[in-house]
Structures are given as C-alpha cells and as structure tokens.
C-alpha cells in the first residue's frame, strides 16, 4: 500500500502541494471544514483541484485524458491534478476544504470518517478490486497455505494498515503472530524481497512493484490478501468533502462524467493511453517507463472494471463487508453504515 513517497522529492512535493493549494484557495473558506466546491475563474469555470493518491501514473490515465479531450471544460469545470506528498495529502486537504477531490485508499476513507470524524466521503471507485498484495521470491518456496510461512520474516512497510492485513492472513491460515517476524523495512519493499532481508513482503501493488520485479527478471509468487479471509474491496475511491458535496452535487456529478468518458478513451487507445502518460505524467522529478508502464496499463484494465462493477460504480455490500472486517480487526472504533463513507450520485 502506498502510505508515503520515499524519493527525495518528498519535502519538496509536500511544501509545494500546500503552496499550491493554499495560493489558489486563498479567500475562499479553505481550512474551514465547511468544505469548499471551487471558486470560478474569469471564464465561469469552476475550479476543481485533484490530489492524487501517488505520483501519476497508469492509473490516473482517465483524468489525463478527460483533461486532453476537454471533457471537464464541457462540463464546465477546470481541474488541476496534484502529486501528494503523502497518500493521506488527499484526504487531509479534501476534509479541511482546500481541495474537492482525493484518490485514497477505502480503509483510509473508513478510518477517517469513523475514527477521526472528518467530513468525507466517497463517490467513485476508481478500480473494482483490490490491488494490494503480498510478493516473495519464487525461491523462497511460500507455498499458498501459508503454511511455510511459520519461521519466516515478513516485510512491511511500517504502517498499520499493512500490519493489520498482515496478520489477518496469516491468522487465516491458521498462523500466531509469534509464528514469524514482522519487519519494518520501510518503503523499498521490493529492495528488501531481492535482497534477501525478508522472506516475503506484504503492501506492494498488482500494478507497481509486481510489475517491476517481473520486468526485471525475478519469478515472484503473488498472493492477494482476498485469498486469505480479507474481504474484497474497491482498491481506490474518489473521495469529497460531504459538505462540498451537499452544496454543490452537480458539479461532482459533472467531474464523474468526465472521468468516466476518459476512462473510455483510455480503455479504447492503449498506445494512446501510453503516449499522454510519458507526455503528461513523465518528468525529472518522476520518470517514467513506458515498458513498465504498459504492463501496469493491461493490469489494471480488468482491475478497474469487472463484470460485476462498472468503472466508477460502488454498492452496499462491499462497502459494508469491508467497514465490519475493519472492526473485527481492531482498526476502527466502531462500526458505521455505507452511506456514512460513500455517496452514489446519478451521473447519468
């Protein structure tokens, strides 16, 4: 799971974002809580920042391209996309008002409404599926019981949710915590897989890491954390400020809109799709590989949507499977309802 940027670009992202962010909200409310629905420029658009989960990547390619073809400006808005320095930039500037969207992570929109009662919620679900999983060396000889698991160390990244989903596989295969070592190797997960310090390693993503180890080589088995008692769940959401949302739903409605026409373009043109990423996403700060990024672009299509869920679309069940198991483990306090952490606008 991606909880921090580990390039050296980290500080400079995080006072850049904030400078960004607090110059073109300035004068309009933001860090009020009261939520902001975007100020309007000369030109009667209104203006709608996204602070992305990650740096941009294959993943994002719908909002690119809804920016390419002008299908915001159709609907009347102007949207700035925004690297994070953090995957929790997004909801943390979302809740406080100083921007209108966040990519995050379902577990991180559920701990921030029921633990931290911030006012967000999500409104679109950006893939179907999760995508976090678990890696190790073919070589290692992890078997997918998890049984040669007794004995072995396991790298993390640090953080809860990583240990969390850790130990609820581990537990579902019938293991004890003190059956194997925890290690916090901070966020070079696959470093420490290749190198040997671990054994396997849980948090890197179907699209990322999985990728890049393949591309160079290394025969992996990949085990997902569903596989092992973790309930499915959307792997990211587009989360709102609630409130926003209350005053301005149309201009929401629009955004997903968009979004979902970009999608469209980005399913229909592969190369298309691999061409606005290195033009519109690849920089010194964050270089990009096309080789690596079309293998994250044909991994993530099915991820994105299914057969049972359309590409944005979000439902009762899987929500609620999610926000119990989220108790059960100790993560949230208490438990909450679906429509306490999403929202399902009609955008048709």
């Not at 902001?36 to 209104?46: A, M, R, V």
């Not at 208490?334 to 952490?341: A, N, R």
Request: charged share 25%; hydrophobic share 35%; aromatic share 10%.
């Amino acid at each position: 799971m991606k909880t921090k940027r580990f390039s050296k670009w980290s500080k400079v992202w995080a006072v850049l974002l904030a400078a960004v962010l607090a110059f073109g909200l300035s004068g309009c409310g933001a860090g009020t809580g009261s939520g902001s629905s975007g100020k309007k420029t000369k030109d009667g658009l209104k203006e709608v920042d996204v602070v992305l989960d990650w740096y941009p990547n294959a993943v994002h390619s719908f909002l690119y391209w809804a920016q390419e073809k002008g299908y915001f400006r159709k609907e009347g808005l102007k949207v700035k996309i925004i690297s994070p320095a953090e995957s929790v930039d997004a909801i943390n500037f979302v809740a406080s008002g100083k921007a209108q969207v966040g990519i995050s992570y379902p577990i991180d929109t559920i701990n921030a409404v029921v633990n931290k009662h911030m006012p967000v919620k999500a409104i679109g679900a950006v893939t179907q599926k999760q995508m976090v999983v678990m890696i190790s060396l073919q070589s290692n000889s992890i078997t997918k019981d998890f049984k040669t698991l007794k004995g072995k160390k396991i790298g993390y990244d640090g953080t809860n949710d990583s240990k969390v989903q850790i130990q609820a596989a581990a537990s579902y295969a019938g293991l004890k915590p003190e059956d194997y070592e925890l290690v916090d190797v901070g966020f070079d997960l696959t470093t420490a897989l290749t190198s040997k310090k671990v054994d396997i390693v849980g948090g890197p993503m179907i699209n990322d890491e999985v990728i890049t180890l393949r591309n160079k080589g290394y025969k992996i088995n990949v085990f997902p954390y569903t596989d092992y008692g973790v309930p499915e769940c959307y792997g990211l959401v587009l989360d709102v400020n609630s409130e926003a949302y209350e005053k301005d739903p149309e201009m929401y409605k629009g955004f997903l809109r968009a979004c979902r026409k970009g999608f469209r373009d980005m399913k229909s043109d592969e190369n298309g799709t691999l061409d606005l990423i290195m033009k519109r996403m690849s920089s010194d700060s964050n270089p990009l590989n096309r080789k690596q990024q079309k293998g994250s672009y044909e991994t993530l299509l099915p991820y994105m949507e299914t057969k049972d869920g359309n590409f944005l679309t979000m439902n009762d069940a899987t929500w609620n499977a999610f926000i119990k198991w989220m108790k059960q483990q100790g993560v949230t306090k208490e438990l909450c309802k679906p429509s306490d952490v999403m929202i399902k606008p009609d955008f048709r």
